[in-house]
């Protein structure tokens, strides 16, 4: 909501008048644009399962307790309830009628759908089994369908192990024909898991799912995959899920998913080589641009030296198809007779359909 009105602000008639510009204050470090979201990291693993799956197979690591929980898949929400059954690997049960206890080690805990937002529980989990502390072994989950059930989503989630899948898609903002690539780092504490199977699948703004990415292990416990394009030229919030199986070096067995998010921007224009000078007492930033869509733009400009910001400056734009030159003087802190020796961060952003329209950097010798 504070973005979307401040894009109406910019947009005034007034912001067009003169551009905004400004000095950081001393010792203000430079950070680039982040090359990807933060890694989702994750210790839990979620599968879906048809109808005619009777038990399913839980992997556990042994140094942590276990929740699970099961959520159908159905169009009535207040259907009967999907009945489970888990058996641990010394053949302890806790059957789909009992609520278990602490002496036991294991319990199940009924959810007010209601409740589930809040108490961080995916929507449509309907009870929850705890197992208090696991063992290094499978669990079997077994699952007693309502007839008007689909399937069924299970979810195990090791909030305290050591073994973690940590996720992201590069670059966070991609530019039409931009390739992608998909990281995944898995690791047990500060030890690299090797050899393990990881996949991915990337999912459109619309919610289609597409064909499974195999990842290739590159050493060190980093699984990457690079996509030289998208499957569909669709703009907006990509999702990308990740799939990862395998063993630590002592051969405990895991199963572990997770996330990670990509905008795919709109090509609205491309920008060239920056170029930079001094003009009296101020420096002189401009760029090359080929506006493919008619509309209105902020034109940002960041100057930069040995990782210290200098100044800044932003200015509305309204432009039309073609190609132009956009400029921008900046402010200088000290007397300068040439630009040399300086890092220039360049984005123009779209601001009648919000996103990155183009970035350029230059560093001048």
Do not use: C
């Not at 894009?7 to 067009?16: C, E, I, K, R, S």
């Not at 309830?81 to 278990?100: F, I, N, Y």
């Not at 190609?323 to 007779?337: A, S, V």
């Amino acid at each position: 909501m504070k973005r979307i009105l401040l894009a109406t602000l910019l947009m005034t008639p007034a912001v067009f008048a003169a551009d905004q510009t400004g000095r950081f204050a001393p010792g203000t470090r430079y950070e680039a644009p982040a090359a990807h979201a933060p890694a989702n990291v994750s210790r839990m693993f979620a599968r879906t399962f048809p109808r005619d799956t009777a038990s399913v197979d839980l992997p556990a690591a042994g140094d942590s307790g276990m929740i699970i929980w099961t959520i159908p898949i159905r169009s009535n929400a207040n259907g009967p309830a999907v009945r489970t059954r888990l058996t641990s690997p010394t053949g302890a049960r806790l059957q789909a009628d009992e609520r278990g206890s602490v002496e036991r080690g294991l319990r199940r805990f009924a959810i007010d759908p209601a409740e589930s937002a809040e108490l961080d529980i995916p929507r449509g989990a309907q009870d929850v089994l705890h197992v208090m502390r696991t063992e290094a072994a499978n669990y079997r989950l077994d699952l007693d369908l309502p007839a008007d059930v689909a399937g069924v989503t299970v979810v195990a989630a090791e909030p305290e192990s050591a073994i973690t899948l940590s996720t992201w898609a590069a670059p966070l903002s991609r530019q039409p024909g931009q390739p992608v690539t998909l990281h995944a780092e898995l690791r047990e504490g500060d030890a690299a898991i090797r050899g393990a199977h990881v996949t991915a699948r990337l999912a459109s703004p619309r919610g289609k799912a597409f064909d499974t990415i195999e990842l290739t292990d590159t050493g060190n416990g980093i699984y990457t995959a690079t996509v030289t394009d998208l499957p569909d030229r669709i703009a907006g919030a990509w999702q990308v899920r990740f799939e990862a199986e395998g063993a630590t070096a002592n051969g405990v067995r895991f199963a572990r998913t997770g996330s990670g998010e990509l905008v795919s921007e709109r090509g609205s224009a491309r920008l060239g080589a920056v170029n930079a000078q001094v003009v009296g007492d101020a420096l002189r930033v401009t760029v090359p641009a080929e506006i493919l869509n008619a509309g209105n733009y902020r034109f940002d400009v960041i100057a930069a030296a040995d990782g210290v910001s200098l100044a800044w400056g932003q200015g509305m734009r309204n432009l039309s198809p073609g190609n132009t030159t956009l400029t921008m003087d900046l402010p200088l802190d000290r007397p300068l007779t040439t630009a040399r020796g300086l890092h220039l961060d360049v984005r123009l952003l779209g601001m009648d359909e919000i996103g990155v329209a183009g970035t350029a950097t230059a560093d001048v010798p």
